[in-house]
């Protein structure tokens, strides 16, 4: 066929030019074999040299026949015929400008042009799509074999690199189509398939994954400009649109890709249009639709985020058909509308210059924000708090909206989700940052400015008031507007003039008529109408010949007469009179009234002036009062936040600790309680929070402002004391741990160190406190640097331990824990050769310290106490023999004591009066007993044992190097190993036998000082009476709990009286000591206190609350650590969580919380905790029930645990006993996570509970368990959860409906014919049944209390009852009474008047 006789038809699939068409239409004539289509190129290429780009119409069969068998022809033949297409299509655009352009063009030039041209592109696009299918194909595989080498193998397929490639085809056929190309086409216009073929090809590549990769850009800029041709020369909107929504649901990432190629449609070609219309497009998306297409909806919502950002003004027209996207279920759809709603506030909606449309349209949008700032999804809470965040960082949120929008953060702070709190927590340091109040944000400092202000204003808008109504307001339109209110006083004071009297309205005598007037006048002003006219009725008798008051007219009534005279008065003269005489008219009108000439006297300038000033202070108003209530927010956010700090999300924590940096920086007074709190996290496990913590307080404190590197440390060591002040134990050891990393960091400066000298040796002037922190930093920097307090002993000696009186206490113990820090405080361990650092018994610092403690014994100073607690700590850390010197300390104190009670008794005192010891003395004896006696079984256990086992060793590998080689075979050699291993093993028990023989016999036998102060320590505790005095009751109890601790056959002998007091002693300081001390003999002897237990669990109910902490603390640390056995008892700890402290609540929460993660401890406590506290005695009400059983039940997590647990509750109505216990078990099965097996447990069992659902509660609790069931209910399970439901309603009726029962009854034949009849006789039957289940057994709770006579009586007729198995193993509890030879010989009871009375 000729060439200018056919017509190229552009197929939809490379057959279709295989099959015979229309007339003329072309069709390829022969698919040409492999081996011939070298040749055959190599003619089409001398044929485009002779004939140029016509060539294509006699050879297209050539290229035909190569796409035909791309997959199978070799590489370069590939590459030659891309590079031939190539030049081929890029000739042909060259060439076409002036055809184009020839008018004598004929059409079968131009068919043949038109045909050459179809076919070169057809050829060109095809052989580009069948490279980079190829490619894909290739880059798949690569994917598993690896990485490496992936750009040599793709060069070995293609033989070139196919990447560098495209962009250069992209390139031509878009010069391509930049011609006028469609005069070709018949009547000028373009077919839509040779569009579609070209822009076919761009959307192809697009489809590629790696398209959005970095390396090919310029692939992505081509085909971008590719396309926008085609949009801007060949109409292919729509289609363009149709392609960019299908793709982007089913190519998540193209979203970006597009997102840069359609803004750029918008801004360089000038395509605003088709942003509209892909966003109506999506706009019209059903959102149910989207719902069920995740993919699609995660595509549209990334494209239209990142379009709002791009071009949000353009975007900003079409945004009212995304908004019902926000009433949508997909959530991500409603995070990207709102995502562009904030992109047009941050970038269109911006300023103060906003015309009133765009500020409503601006408030619109915020209102939109604020609204999904209570979104059911967490995710579009939390977007939306990310938005406010970037408004309020840009300052585009307007000021009227700032409280809106902090009072939204802080209601988030209490969000479920930790993603929506932690983004509120950024929100709020947000607006600190970018607050446009003021850099100190205190609302203490904020509060007096703002009244005074507002006083200010008030005053100025009162005298702007008075101005403005003398000077505008026209007397008489005044009168007419007081007129009604006039007339009606008078007609009531003319019928009853009896109501005037008693007024004190009356004309003096030294009056005259224009005084009274006056009066008169001021009074109509004041609106004391009433006074006015009693006071014109006395001034007509007074003045009958006097202006006005003559010419009242008698033929007038009384009323007219009186109006016609007040309004005279209060007018003034007529106009005429006011010209004639206008002084005298000024002289008439009242003080504070002005005429119409002073009106005119104060000029438009100052009234100008005063408006302004005004207006001023409004806004100065205005401002304090925004930045107070802002202050305010944030003072409320920080009691909420500082609550989060110890969450389980290590990012929510670190956010928590930024934002208290910020708000410390800022000056708010309450942040220091934040700083101090996050004190503890410094020994957090998880190492981000514990460097956030570090990195808060090198922010805070290592970086203070300052001239010089002096200025800075005084500043640094100024604010590092304000956070000593009244600062507890543990947040001193967290503030040591955190300067301790600092000074092994070399993070403080040689400054810090030399200025802390200098105060602490008072080199600078300084109070005493300043003096006493700078120590404590001192030896806190010690902990990291030993040579900081080592080098300079004896200074600290002489600062602290100086001879001077009065002693100042506070110092000396500060100045003891400083030197205590220069060694290692821990037991040394069996790799250290060297010994302890020890000082000599001579050293100056034992001598100060003895010779101290022994002098302030005597001295009724408080502060004694603690500094001799640190004193004798220090003697037994650092002396050598450190036994002795306690010793000659106790003598020592004892000795003053014998001399004091000397000096009471002497002769001239009746020999039968008993000599008495100081309270304060006999105190601090016992307490500096009880130290040493505690310090000395520390030095035992620890230096003494650890020195021990060092030297032990030392002799061991002395003994075998010394030992000659002998002749060893590898078996003896190894049997000499393990015999070495049971050596030492025998040695370390040997040693510490030896040391517990020593506490046992020899440390309170006879010989020994402490033994001496047993006899008085027991007097003063078995006595109660007769030592009433608080402080040394607290005293002695300590002391005793610690001399315990040395000897087991001592605390066994003792432990009696200690319960004894630990139950009976009025004083709270006492029992909760005393609960400390016995916790800690529970850890050392846990044989011997193990019978007490109880005893111990029982103080967790002390009406104290500072005992229920303490016992709280105790039994957590016991239990936690498996030194008590826990028992149903633990019921007590349970109790706590309804604790009205807060603390006591949290602790507890605390405890059952870790107690969760120790395997099945919960499940196994369970049924005991239920059973004791439902019981009728010794139980709690039913809403504490409910609030502790709801918690509890929230860690049985486990399938098993639930099914096990729910058989065994629904067991328990059987031998329940009353209604309320009904309704325990019944709320305690609704509370469990149930699956389809559980309700199946339950179905077995509901013969247990179903004469009991007639009350109502305990059917709602088990209808609850439908309701929660039917939530996640699969198809199959429905038909379970139906029956279970039918049941409930049928014997929640039966009681209700007797025929309905019969009913029901006739159905179920097999159970009791009379529900009302069987009760008792089914119960027996249900615990013949139930005593089957071994493992839930549970005995008798045990009692301090006696039981009541009937519950005795029930127990003796040997009902079969179910227990639990916790309780089987029940000992016999030791009375926590004296016997006779242990009770106090002076019979007083504990709470007594004092000692002296008594004695007297």
């Known amino acids: 066929m000729s060439p200018h006789l056919y017509e190229f038809h552009l197929p939809l699939s490379p057959e279709e030019l295989l099959k015979s068409g229309g007339v003329n239409q072309y069709v390829v004539q022969e698919v040409l074999s492999i081996r011939h289509l070298p040749s055959h190129l190599k003619a089409f290429q001398a044929a485009f040299r002779a004939q140029g780009p016509l060539a294509m119409l006699e050879h297209f069969d050539t290229i035909y026949s190569i796409l035909h068998h791309f997959r199978s022809i070799d590489p370069g033949l590939k590459e030659d015929t891309l590079e031939f297409l190539i030049k081929v299509v890029s000739r042909h655009s060259q060439e076409l400008p002036a055809i184009l352009d020839d008018a004598t063009l004929s059409g079968s030039d131009r068919s043949a042009h038109l045909n050459a041209l179809k076919m070169n592109c057809y050829a060109l696009i095809c052989l580009l799509e069948s490279f980079e299918t190829m490619t894909s194909q290739t880059s798949l595989m690569d994917l598993d074999l690896g990485g490496k080498g992936r750009k040599a193998r793709a060069k070995a397929t293609h033989g070139f690199d196919w990447e560098e490639e495209r962009q250069p085809i992209l390139q031509l056929l878009t010069q391509l189509l930049q011609l006028d190309i469609r005069h070709l086409w018949s009547h000028s216009i373009i077919e839509e398939e040779f569009v579609c073929l070209v822009t076919g090809c761009c959307y192809r590549l697009l489809e590629n994954p790696t398209i959005s990769h970095q390396k090919n850009r310029s692939t992505r800029e081509a085909i971008t400009h590719l396309l926008g041709v085609a949009l801007t020369r060949y109409n292919h909107m729509l289609s363009a649109t149709v392609k960019i929504i299908q793709m982007l649901q089913h190519f998540e990432h193209l979203a970006s890709v597009l997102v840069a190629a359609v803004s750029l449609w918008a801004t360089d070609y000038g395509m605003k249009s088709i942003v509209g219309e892909i966003v109506r497009e999506i706009g019209q998306k059903c959102p149910q639709e989207l719902s069920r297409d995740p993919s699609g909806a995660k595509g549209f919502a990334a494209f239209l985020t990142e379009l709002a950002e791009r071009v949000p003004a353009i975007l900003m027209s079409s945004m009212c058909i995304l908004l019902d996207h926000l009433d949508g279920e997909n959530y991500m759809m409603r995070n990207a509308v709102l995502a562009a709603v904030a992109e047009m506030v941050l970038q269109v909606l911006n300023g103060d210059q906003l015309e009133a449309a765009a500020r409503d349209t601006r408030d619109q949008f915020l209102d939109t924000l604020q609204a999904h700032g209570h979104d059911v999804s967490s995710f579009v809470r939390s977007r939306v708090l990310q938005l406010f965040t970037r408004i309020v960082q840009q300052k585009a949120l307007p000021l009227t909206r700032f409280q809106a ?5 802080v209601g988030r702070l209490a969000d479920k989700s930790v993603l929506v709190c932690k983004n509120a927590i950024q ?37 702007r008031r008075a101005a403005a109504a003398s000077a505008v307001l026209d007397p008489g339109e005044e009168w007419e507007a007081m007129l009604p209110e006039l007339k009606a006083t008078l007609q009531q004071l003319l019928k009853l003039p009896q109501e005037g009297e008693g007024m004190p309205e009356e004309v003096a005598e030294t009056e005259t008529a224009e005084e009274v007037e006056g009066r008169i006048r001021r009074l109509l002003a004041k609106a004391s109408y009433k006074q006015a006219i009693i006071l014109t009725r006395e001034a007509i008798g007074h003045f009958q010949e006097s202006e006005p008051f003559c010419h009242m007219d008698p033929e007038e009534s009384e009323k007219t007469g009186f109006l016609n005279l007040l309004g005279t008065i209060f007018k003034g003269p007529a106009a005429p009179t006011q010209e004639k005489n206008p002084q005298g008219a000024a002289g008439n009108l009242g003080p504070g009234e002005t005429g119409c000439k002073d009106k005119s006297s104060v000029s438009e300038p100052e009234k ?77 496990k998880e190492p981000g929070v514990r460097e956030a913590v570090l990195n808060a307080y090198r922010q805070l404190y290592l970086k203070p402002k300052g001239d010089s590197a002096r200025a800075k440390a005084q500043t640094l060591i100024h604010n590092l004391s304000l956070l000593l002040v009244d600062a507890s134990v543990g947040t001193v050891q967290c503030l040591e741990e955190i300067l301790c990393e600092f000074v092994q960091k070399d993070e403080l400066k040689p400054a810090v160190t030399q200025v802390l000298w200098e105060r602490a040796t008072k080199k600078v002037p300084c109070s005493p406190l300043e003096r006493c922190s700078s120590v404590m930093l001192l030896g806190m920097m010690a902990r990291g640097k030993p040579e900081i307090v080592g080098s300079n002993l004896d200074t600290l000696v002489s600062i602290g331990l100086d001879e001077k009186l009065p002693q100042d206490y506070r110092l000396a113990q500060q100045v003891c824990h400083a030197i205590a820090n220069i060694s290692d405080r821990r037991k040394p361990s069996l790799g250290k050769r060297h010994p302890p650092f020890r000082l000599p018994q001579e050293h100056c610092l034992f001598e100060r310290l003895q010779e101290t403690v022994t002098k302030g014994v005597v001295r009724p100073d408080p502060l004694w106490i603690p500094f001799k607690e640190a004193a004798v700590t220090l003697i037994y850390q650092l002396a050598e023999g450190p036994e002795v010197i306690c010793a000659r300390m106790l003598q020592g104190c004892a000795k003053q004591a014998l001399e004091k009670l000397g000096e009471k008794s002497s002769p001239q005192e009746a020999p039968k009066d008993t000599p008495m010891l100081p309270t304060f003395l006999l105190m601090n004896l016992l307490s500096l007993a009880g ?98 005095n608080p402080e040394l009751s607290a005293a002695a109890s300590l002391a005793l709990g610690k001399f315990c601790m040395i000897g087991a056959t001592f605390c066994d002998s003792q432990l009696r009286l200690l319960f004894t007091m630990l139950e009976k002693s009025s004083l709270p300081i006492v029992r909760s000591n005393l609960m400390i001390a016995t916790g800690d003999l529970a850890i050392r002897f846990p044989n011997v206190v193990d019978p007490w237990t109880p005893h111990l669990y029982a103080r967790l109910r002390d009406p104290a609350q500072q005992v229920r902490k303490t016992a709280g603390l105790v039994m957590t640390h016991l239990i936690l650590k498996d030194m008590v056995k ?27 919380s870790e107690l969760s993660r120790k395997g099945n401890a919960i499940y196994n406590l369970l049924p005991d905790i239920i059973s004791r506290l439902s019981a009728p005695e010794g139980g709690v009400e039913e809403e504490p029930f409910h609030t502790i ?49 559980g309700l199946r447990k339950v179905l077995e069992n509901f013969d247990c509970f ?46 209700l409906d007797a025929i309905e029962e019969l009913e029901i009854g006739q159905a179920g034949s097999q159970r009791a014919p009379s529900a009302r009849k069987q009760p ?39 009902k079969l009852r179910i227990v639990f198995s916790s309780d089987e193993s029940s000992e016999e509890e030791p009375s926590a009474e004296m016997t006779d030879d242990e009770t106090p010989k002076k019979t007083t009871p504990i709470r007594r008047a004092s000692a002296h009375r008594h004695r007297s």
């Open 405 to 409: 929008v902090v009072a939204l953060a």
């Open 427 to 463: 929100l709020l340091a947000s607006f600190l940052a970018n607050n446009p109040f003021s850099c100190k944000l205190s609302d203490t400092d904020l509060a007096g400015p703002l009244q005074k202000e507002t006083q200010k204003l008030q005053e100025m808008r009162a005298q």
């Open 608 to 684: 100008c002036r005063e408006n302004d000033e005004l207006v001023k202070q409004e806004m100065l108003v205005q401002y304090l009062q925004d930045a107070y209530s802002f202050s305010l927010k944030i003072t409320e956010a920080i009691g909420i936040i500082s609550k989060m700090m110890y969450e389980h999300t290590t990012t929510v924590v670190q956010e928590v600790i930024e934002f208290f940096v910020m708000v410390f920086q800022f000056g708010v007074p309450q942040a220091l309680f934040g700083v101090r709190r996050m004190l503890p996290l410094i020994w957090s």
């Open 931 to 1028: 130290d040493v006696a505690l310090q000395q079984l520390v030095h035992l256990e620890q230096a003494v044992s650890g020195e021990l086992c060092r030297r032990r060793v030392l002799r061991e590998e002395q003994e075998h190097k010394t030992k000659e080689p002998k002749e060893k075979n590898p078996s003896s050699e190894a049997t000499m190993e393990e015999e070495m291993g049971l050596v030492g093993a025998t040695a370390d028990d040997t040693e510490a036998e030896l040391i517990r023989g020593i506490c046992e016999l020899e440390l309170l036998d006879g010989k020994q000082t402490l033994a001496a102060f047993v006899p008085l320590l027991l007097k003063v505790c078995n006595n109660p009476g007769l030592y009433s």
């Open 1126 to 1152: 826990v028992k149903g008892q633990v019921s007590e700890m349970a109790v706590l969580l309804v604790d009205p402290a807060p603390q006591i609540a949290a602790l507890a929460k605390n405890f059952f």
């Open 1189 to 1237: 059983m709801k918690q509890l039940l929230s860690y049985i997590t486990k399938d098993k645990q639930t099914e096990s647990l729910v058989e065994k509750l629904c067991q328990r109505f059987r031998t329940a006993q009353t209604e309320r216990q009904y309704r325990d078990l019944a709320y305690c099965v609704s509370q469990l996570p149930l699956t389809e097996r």
């Open 1250 to 1295: 179903g004469d009991k659902l007639s009350d109502e509660s305990i059917f709602s609790a088990f209808l609850s368990v439908v309701g929660k069931l039917r939530r996640g209910a699969k198809p199959e399970g429905k038909a379970v959860i139906d029956e279970f439901e039918q049941k409930l309603r049928a014997c929640h009726t039966r009681g």
């Open 1320 to 1358: 008792a006789v089914s119960r027996h039957r249900h615990l013949a049944s139930a005593a089957s289940h071994s493992d839930f057994v549970t005995p008798e709770p045990r009692r301090t209390t006696r039981w009541h006579p009937n519950s005795q009586q029930r127990v003796s007729r040997k």
